[in-house]
């Protein structure tokens, strides 16, 4: 009878071999913890349950989150060849992977030994290696994006009209702007309540900087009702042919 199991030499136990069929071997049904193991190392294609086409060489497998991750080797990142992207795909999204290459015969009984000892575990020839990760320079990473998307955040004025927001947009450019409710505050002095005219300017009665803010206003305003009156003309001329 046949089997595909066999003996190992050195740390012992049995290790799982896959049947060669010839070519790329596709497998139907979504893999399991039993399956798995052997593809570590190897070239796959994956098709996720949204049918989105993956493949990559598989990384990793994980039976406490029960996820399969999949190095892609052809798509360096920002064209540097020593760094590589890495998915992370939870094994109940695989609805079909197939293997495109074939997995390496153990060439010494050392290196099965090697595979199968208690220190070693099955990521042992896994490749691209990976190097340690620098906590601290991952949570200042972390923090500094949240900062940013944060400001972002910060420039979008809310329960404001699409002019309102060009408006500040336009400000932002030249000057220190932020919103304040709906009312823009500029240079931390000057507040332009809706409708955001220059009339609509005020701050104190000593702030050298309103006379300056109420002049950009009026000229961001002419300059933005300009290229809205440009782009409705050449909308009227598309529509007419």
Same mark, same amino acid.
């Not at 799982?16 to 070519?23: A, D, E, L, S």
């Not at 795909?89 to 290196?111: G, H, M, Q, R, Y």
């Not at 990521?123 to 972002?152: C, D, E, L, M, Y």
């Not at 009665?205 to 109420?214: G, Y």
């Given at each position: 009878?046949?089997?595909?199991?066999?003996?190992?030499?050195?740390?012992?136990?049995?290790?799982?071999?896959?049947?060669?069929?010839?070519?790329?071997?596709?497998?139907?049904?979504?893999?399991?913890?039993?399956?798995?193991?052997?593809?570590?190392?190897?070239?796959?294609?994956?098709? /996720?349950?949204?049918?989105?086409?993956?493949?990559?060489?598989?990384?990793?497998?994980?039976?406490?989150?029960?996820?399969?991750?999949?190095?892609?080797?052809? @798509?360096?990142?920002?064209?540097?060849?020593?760094?590589?992207?890495?998915?992370?795909?939870?094994?109940?999204?695989?609805?079909?992977?197939?293997?495109?290459?074939?997995?390496?015969?153990?060439?010494?009984?050392?290196?099965?030994?090697?595979?199968?000892?208690?220190?070693?575990?099955?990521?042992?020839? @896994?490749?691209?290696?990976?190097?340690?990760?620098?906590?601290? /320079?991952?949570?200042?990473?972390?923090?500094?994006?949240?900062?940013?998307?944060?400001?972002?955040?910060?420039?979008?004025?809310?329960?404001? /009209?699409?002019? @309102?927001?060009?408006?500040?947009?336009?400000?932002?450019? /030249?000057?220190?702007?932020?919103?304040?409710?709906?009312?823009?505050?500029?240079?931390? &002095?000057?507040?332009?309540?809706?409708?955001?005219?220059? &009339?609509?300017?005020?701050?104190?009665?000593?702030?050298?900087?309103?006379?300056?803010?109420?002049?950009?206003?009026?000229?961001?305003?002419?300059?933005?009702?300009?290229?809205?009156?440009?782009?409705? &003309?050449?909308? &009227?001329?598309?529509?007419?042919?």
């Amino acid at each position: 009878m046949n089997s595909d199991r066999r003996q190992g030499s050195g740390a012992g136990g049995y290790q799982q071999r896959p049947q060669n069929q010839g070519g790329p071997q596709a497998r139907p049904n979504p893999p399991g913890p039993s399956s798995i193991d052997w593809v570590l190392g190897l070239k796959v294609k994956i098709v /996720t349950t949204l049918d989105d086409v993956i493949v990559g060489r598989v990384y990793a497998y994980c039976t406490l989150t029960n996820t399969l991750t999949v190095a892609d080797d052809d @798509a360096p990142v920002g064209g540097k060849p020593d760094l590589t992207n890495y998915r992370i795909l939870k094994i109940s999204f695989i609805k079909d992977l197939a293997v495109l290459e074939k997995k390496p015969e153990d060439t010494t009984e050392d290196d099965a030994a090697l595979a199968t000892s208690r220190n070693a575990g099955p990521f042992v020839k @896994a490749t691209p290696h990976i190097g340690p990760v620098n906590i601290n /320079t991952a949570i200042q990473k972390v923090n500094s994006a949240a900062r940013a998307a944060g400001q972002v955040l910060a420039q979008r004025g809310v329960g404001v /009209t699409q002019d @309102a927001q060009d408006l500040f947009d336009a400000l932002a450019k /030249t000057l220190p702007v932020r919103w304040l409710d709906k009312c823009i505050l500029v240079l931390e &002095e000057v507040k332009i309540d809706p409708p955001y005219t220059p &009339e609509s300017c005020s701050a104190k009665s000593d702030s050298p900087a309103l006379a300056r803010v109420k002049k950009v206003v009026d000229g961001e305003r002419r300059r933005l009702e300009t290229l809205k009156q440009a782009r409705s &003309e050449s909308n &009227e001329e598309r529509k007419g042919g």
